[in-house]
């Protein structure tokens, strides 16, 4: 079983659009992120959820809206889709949400934007 | 800034040699330092995590070790397997506005040969 799903794996679109990147944990966990990996390999965090709010929002662009419908989904919508937008999105869960805690993330297997 | 620095970038091994992977950060203070395993094309997949007051932890093969005084990790593989091919990241976390904020290196790419 999939512990950490993301939908679409590949996702090819026009500058200017909008388009959904959904993920759903079956692990029962209270948390979830969103982070963004560059053509360079490079990871950053984007956003963090616990129990449906938001903890974590790193200097994202307001075209990226997260959305929380409970606790074991957290989809990525993302307006007016820009060049620079393309890059790999990866979805993560963990159980516990307390500053510095120090347990384990599960990441999904990404979500390839490419945006032309 | 926080800066998390890894070395080599790349690094080619015959199967069944060790390796020792390094990290360097510039994040204090911090609560935990990550390694992750990337295999291409899937997501990161957690190897070791430990806080700013343990010096070592393991899992398996894989062997972290933390020296926060000089702000150094490392990450030692023994006995490489061709499945270790991968990209290693290390991770640091730092409080940031009531949180604690990831600083990811870049990753050091590893390629075991037969």
């Known amino acids: 079983d999939t512990a950490v799903s993301q939908t679409p794996k590949y996702l090819v679109t026009q500058m200017g659009n909008d388009k959904s990147i959904k993920c759903e944990q079956n692990?029962?966990?209270?948390?979830m992120y969103w982070y963004k990996q560059d053509s360079k390999k490079f990871l950053k965090i984007m956003f963090s959820y616990n129990n449906k709010e938001l903890i974590i929002n790193e200097t994202v662009p307001n075209r990226f809206s997260p959305k929380s419908p409970d606790k074991a989904h957290l989809n990525l919508h993302i307006n007016s889709l820009e060049l620079g937008d393309s890059a790999v999105y990866f979805c993560?869960?963990?159980?516990?949400?307390?500053?510095?805690?120090?347990?384990?993330?599960?990441f999904g297997p990404g979500t390839r934007l490419l945006v032309l | 800034k926080n800066q998390v620095e890894q070395s080599p970038q790349s690094l080619i091994i015959l199967e069944g040699k060790n390796c020792t992977l390094q990290?360097?950060?510039?994040?204090?203070?911090?609560?935990?330092l990550r390694w992750y395993k990337q295999d291409t094309g899937r997501g990161p997949v957690s190897l070791t995590i430990?806080?700013?007051?343990?010096n070592t932890k393991s899992n398996g093969r894989y062997t972290a070790t933390l020296d926060a005084d000089t702000k150094q990790s490392s990450l030692h593989i023994t006995a490489s397997q061709l499945s270790d091919s991968a990209s290693y990241i290390c991770?640091?976390?730092?409080?940031?506005?009531?949180?604690?904020?990831?600083?990811f290196g870049r990753g050091t790419s590893l390629i075991v040969h037969p």
């Open positions: 990290c360097n950060y510039t994040v204090s203070p911090f609560s935990n």
């Open positions: 991770v640091v976390e730092g409080p940031s506005g009531g949180s604690y904020i990831p600083t």
């Open positions: 993560a869960s963990s159980q516990d949400a307390l500053p510095g805690s120090r347990v384990a993330q599960y």
């Open positions: 430990m806080t700013f007051s343990e």
């Open positions: 692990l029962g966990h209270d948390t």
